[in-house]
């Protein structure tokens, strides 16, 4: 299994990029973002707790995600790898995650991390917010929390990553095409 992680603040291009990224390497993307919002259309109460939680820009507690994420991987357990999109967001996760791959012999074998400066993170949410009708993307005050959440409880997620030789940082600044040649070649030259 090859597995990637990308990371990165809020309307870095996680999302975006992962599209790309499973089509050319053939691998499966579990974003928890789109599980947490399939679960909050779906009307559970369950779904109701998280939407909340995601519509004032909070993050959606360890546990509930990783149950999620177990779920999903077992689902595909028989395939090339994943991409980890907006997963792990906390050391918690990111320890969790290890201990769960582990049981499959496998690892995170990369995490790219983009890298965008918060002015164009917010200009870029406010813009999908017109069109998507996403309720995390439309008000200003709710993007800056998500972005102080990020600094606070995500970034540290980095170190972990760092401390393991597993982080590459990638400019995601640029044409989506920049930025995906960018991540290619990071990918290309792991392993
Ligand atoms: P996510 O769905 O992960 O949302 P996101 O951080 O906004 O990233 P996304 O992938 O959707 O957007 P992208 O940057 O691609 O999370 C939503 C919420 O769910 C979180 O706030 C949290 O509450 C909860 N949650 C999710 N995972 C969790 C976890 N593990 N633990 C706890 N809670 C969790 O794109 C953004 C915009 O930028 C798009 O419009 C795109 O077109 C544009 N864009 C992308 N690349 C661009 C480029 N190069 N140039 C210009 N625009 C670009």
């Excluded at 990371?7 to 790309?20: H, M, N, V």
């Excluded at 009307?43 to 959606?60: H, P, Q, T």
């Excluded at 201990?99 to 990369?110: D, G, P, Q, T």
Aim: charged share 30%; hydrophobic share 40%; glycine share 8%.
């Amino acid at each position: 299994m090859f597995n990637i992680v990308i990371f990165g603040p809020p309307g870095s291009g996680k999302g975006t990029q992962s599209e790309r990224i499973i089509e050319k390497y053939q691998l499966v993307h579990l974003s928890t973002g789109d599980l947490l919002r399939a679960e909050k259309r779906s009307g559970s109460e369950l779904g109701k707790k998280i939407m909340a939680l995601i519509d004032k820009g909070n993050l959606v507690p360890d546990e509930m995600v990783q149950q999620m994420v177990r779920a999903f991987v077992l689902e595909h357990a028989h395939t090339n790898g994943f991409i980890f999109d907006g997963f792990p967001r906390t050391v918690k996760q990111a320890e969790w995650l290890e201990k769960m791959l582990a049981e499959f012999n496998a690892e995170v074998n990369v995490l790219l991390a983009l890298e965008v400066p918060d002015e164009e993170l917010h200009k870029r949410l406010l813009s999908r917010g017109a069109i998507s009708g996403r309720a995390d993307d439309q008000d200003d005050k709710i993007i800056k929390n998500r972005i102080k959440v990020y600094h606070s409880q995500t970034m540290p997620v980095m170190d972990f990553y760092k401390g393991r030789g597993q982080y590459k940082g990638v400019n995601g600044v640029g044409t989506l095409d920049d930025v995906f040649e960018r991540i290619c070649r990071t990918i290309d030259n792991t392993n």
